[in-house]
Nanobody, 120 residues
Framework: QVQLVESGGGLVQPGGSLRLSCAAS????????MGWYRQAPGKQRELVASVTSGGRLNYADSAKGRFTISRDNAKNTVYLQMSSLKPEDTAVYYCNVEYRTINGLVLHNWGQGTQVTVSS
């Protein structure tokens, strides 16, 4: 099994910053794409940003210029640095990891989610 542990959410004022972390552990042979998604009340889950094992980055238009995704392969951890936060960024943020198991299976796992609230 693979576990994803997220941290770093919270309440922040508009214009503020937060850094989310997601650490993967368990029966991992290698990790491919790591990403962050978010889901606001009444809305579908959407991609915020992702990074491949080769370092290719992908951002939602809403995140470009304000959010930065990065990964530490030695720690199996992905980060999301969020700046210039807006009330519309309020959502539960989930990490998603695509990985290959020791047995050769390619699977996806979701983190438990961390609440980000942007409000004055």
């Amino acid at each position: 099994q693979v576990q994803l542990v997220e941290s770093g959410g919270g309440l922040v004022q508009p214009g503020g910053s937060l850094r989310l972390s997601c650490a993967a552990s368990g029966s991992i042979f290698s990790i491919y794409t790591m990403g962050w998604y978010r889901q606001a009340p009444g809305k579908q889950r959407e991609l915020v940003a992702s990074v491949t094992s080769g370092g290719r980055l992908n951002y939602a238009d809403s995140a470009k210029g304000r959010f930065t995704i990065s990964r530490d392969n030695a720690k199996n951890t992905v980060y999301l640095q969020m700046s210039s936060l807006k009330p519309e960024d309020t959502a539960v943020y989930y990490c998603n990891v695509e990985y290959r198991t020791i047995n050769g299976l390619v699977l996806h796992n979701w983190g438990q989610g961390t609440q980000v609230t942007v409000s004055s």
